[in-house]
């Protein structure tokens, strides 16, 4: 069955450095999301993606934070210059869109990577 | 602003036994999606089932199903037949027309061998 993966599980970053969180969505998904969870607290939404542009964005996803797609596969979620705060679990989603054929509307999620800013 | 809320932070149920986990949801839009996930302590999020709005009838998943009350904007989930592995987080979400998803607080599933 297939599944959106996510690299690296875990990532350890000092405070002030550039990460890039990497996401392989469903092959033919056509919407991709970014989600966050700080541990204890609820998952939140950070940004959602489509046809090559952000299609909405949350108040926390300021301008620390950016996505791309470049190439056809991958999905990158870049924080520009960490701080404490960006400690959290992020999970990378995909949507199949109108054409998809198990359930266009659900989600699916990676597995998280664990950002740890010390 | 659409919200959902779990009021049940931590349940416990024995094995083998049954459990429902309450969900309520405020919104003024009528077409939507709801669905349950599951996290594990390996904090994966796992697709348990899901609702569509317009959908009366409710959502069944093998020893999983829910109350969907659209009126009263409830949306519960009951587990049959309680299983160690169920033991998880549990979350509540709701699909927006925007098409992020909200997510409520979560409820803590044990299972009691």
């Known amino acids: 069955e297939p599944e959106v993966t996510q690299t690296p599980s875990h990532q350890v970053t000092q405070m002030g450095q550039e990460v890039i969180l990497r996401c392989v969505p469903i092959s033919n998904h056509l919407y991709f999301y970014w989600y966050r969870q700080i541990l204890g607290q609820k998952v939140e939404f950070l940004v959602s993606f489509y046809n090559n542009e952000i299609s909405e964005k949350s108040e926390i996803f300021d301008d620390q934070f950016s996505v791309e797609r470049p190439d056809g596969s991958n999905f990158t979620l870049k924080i520009r210059s960490t701080k404490l705060e960006d400690s959290a679990m992020y999970f990378c989603?995909?949507?199949?869109?109108?054409?998809?054929?198990?359930?266009?509307?659900?989600?699916?999620f990676g597995p998280g990577t664990r950002l740890t800013v010390l | 602003a659409q919200t959902v809320t779990q009021s049940q932070p931590e349940m416990s149920v024995q094995e083998a036994e049954t459990v429902t986990l309450s969900c309520t949801y405020d919104?003024?839009?009528?077409?939507?999606?709801l669905f349950w996930y599951k996290q594990p302590p390996s904090r994966q999020m796992i697709l348990v089932i899901r609702q569509e709005a317009y959908k009366q009838q409710n959502a069944t998943e093998n020893r999983f199903s829910v109350n969907f009350q659209k009126a009263a904007k409830s949306f519960s989930l009951k587990i049959s037949d309680s299983q160690l592995g169920d033991a998880a987080m549990y979350f509540c979400?709701?699909?927006?027309?925007?098409?992020?998803?909200?997510f409520g607080k979560g409820t803590r599933l044990h299972i009691l061998p």
């Open positions: 919104t003024s839009e009528s077409d939507y999606y």
């Open positions: 979400a709701y699909r927006s027309a925007s098409d992020k998803i909200i």
């Open positions: 989603a995909s949507r199949a869109g109108l054409w998809g054929l198990a359930g266009p509307d659900t989600q699916y």
